[in-house]
């Protein structure tokens, strides 16, 4: 089964989240949990995942001091998360911290979570960093950001497919893309602005591929799987 796709479960109940794993679990292995459905369930989502064989990308980005967020990661680890957020912003003692209290864990259970990290946030642009006092275009701060993730340890970062081009030269290439914005040809873009299709987001070498509605807002969820994955396969040379 092709792991680089990772199904967004963007939905606000248990009940709902595990009749789309039963829908689509023979093609999808891999799933993001995000914010909405870690409040709403807490770890039973997490549970309902791994019972139904899949692994889980906690997406909780988190960003607090230090000792706080290696905390955090530690309960995550318990929990089996397979991949965490961490906001890079959060600087560079935390995302060290991150890292060690992922390493910790693993050293205990055989399986260490990977880390990475937000960058700059889609929703976010230039404007924003003027206000916020920073010169950088929004590529510039990416680059930074993904450079100082890479230097403190982190296993990747979270990006669009337009920055995984310059990301994967700066980070090498061992260093994870995980890419959201995935639209198919012809699909509604949504709230999405940098959008990319599978095809080119592998090309633009992003790890993992991250889609929400695209699949869940479709009538066959099955069809629209297979055709993300026959692009995935096809560019992944
Ligand atoms: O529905 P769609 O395919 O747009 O979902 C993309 C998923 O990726 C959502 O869960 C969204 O929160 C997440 N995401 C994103 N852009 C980022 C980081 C995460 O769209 N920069």
């Known amino acids: 089964m092709n792991n680089k796709l990772i199904l967004a479960l963007d939905t606000d109940s248990l009940k709902k989240a595990e009749e789309i794993i039963n829908e689509v679990k023979d093609l999808i292995k891999f799933y993001k949990i995000g914010s909405q459905l870690f409040t709403a369930c807490g770890p039973s989502i997490v549970k309902l995942v791994q019972k139904n064989g899949g692994k889980v990308f906690l997406d909780l980005k988190f960003n607090d001091i230090p000792n706080t967020v290696a905390s955090a990661i530690k309960e995550a680890a318990v929990l089996g998360a397979d991949m965490l957020t961490v906001h890079t912003t959060g600087g560079r003692e ?28 889609t929703s976010l642009d230039v404007n924003y960093l003027r206000e916020m006092g920073i010169n950088y275009s929004s590529e510039e701060f990416v680059l930074r950001l993904a450079g100082l993730a890479k230097e403190c340890g982190l296993d990747g970062v979270v990006s669009s497919s337009r920055e995984c081009l310059e990301i994967r030269k700066k980070c090498g290439p061992d260093f994870k893309i995980v890419t959201p914005g995935i639209r198919l040809a012809g699909d509604s873009l949504n709230d999405q602005k940098r959008t990319d299709t599978p095809s080119k987001a592998i090309k633009n070498g992003a790890s993992y591929l991250v889609v929400g509605r695209p699949i869940l807002e479709a009538k066959d969820k099955l069809a629209v799987i297979r055709k993300i994955l026959n692009e995935i396969e096809e560019s992944d040379v």
Do not use: F
Not at 95 to 108: C, Y
């Open 94 to 121: 935390m995302m060290i911290r991150a890292v060690e209290a992922a390493k910790t864990a693993g050293e205990k259970s055989g399986r260490a979570p990977l880390i990475v990290g937000v960058t700059l946030l």
